[in-house]
């Protein structure tokens, strides 16, 4: 009996996910660099060939990994989609910022070396950008709306702490502790209504 499209449509996204899961483990653990087409084939449990049924390139399928994860940490900023960010969705996205991190440490590792790598960050920084542009917008209006003297500077200054605690977690999650460090953040940068 011949498959319907959708059959062929989640045939599809299966072997797409288990391309890109083989491919986040040899992009974190190994490096971009030195992880072939060949290898994330092999790790996936395909042929070369069929690889590039799914992917044009290493490239388009690491900017697949990175727009995926920033996508959903996008997400989950303004989850009503009002376009207003309260003091409760800001804590919302820093618990579930860190959330995140502790249940997917590899593409959290991913995420940082392609932001180190000049060459690799090159090509995903327009990509980067675009998506998260919105959710810097409402930041900015958020601590502009709380008086904050320097909205933008303030914004920035929470994303490197986030990206730092982040940071540090993965290099020893032991001297800092993720749940201890959600409400730190949100009483450091979430200011009282």
């Known amino acids: 009996m011949p498959r319907t499209p959708e059959q062929f449509e989640k045939i599809r996204e299966k072997m797409r996910k288990q391309i890109m899961n083989a491919a986040l483990e040899l992009f974190a653990n190994e ?14 449990g395909i042929s070369k060939g069929l690889m590039y049924n799914y992917f044009d390139s290493k490239e388009e399928l690491v ?5 995926e994860g920033l996508n959903k940490l ?4 303004d989850p009503n989609k009002d376009g207003v960010l309260t003091r409760d969705e800001f804590a919302f996205f820093v618990e579930k910022s860190f959330d995140a991190v502790i249940e997917n440490p590899t593409y959290w590792r991913l995420y940082f070396s392609i932001m180190m790598q000049v060459g690799i960050y090159d090509m995903v920084k327009e990509m980067y950008a675009s998506i998260l ?45 993720l749940e201890e460090f959600k409400q730190k953040v949100i009483d450091k940068f979430g200011y009282k209504n």
């Open 74 to 77: 996008a997400e989950l900023f």
């Open 31 to 44: 490096g971009y660099y030195t992880t072939s087409i060949s290898k994330i084939a092999k790790a996936a």
């Open 133 to 177: 542009k919105d959710t810097m917008q409402l930041l900015v209006d958020y601590y502009q709306k709380r008086g904050v003297k320097d909205p933008l500077g303030e914004a920035l200054l929470f994303g490197a702490v986030m990206d730092g605690i982040t940071m540090n977690y993965l290099l020893n999650p032991e001297m800092f502790p």
């Open 63 to 67: 900017m697949s990994l990175l727009k």
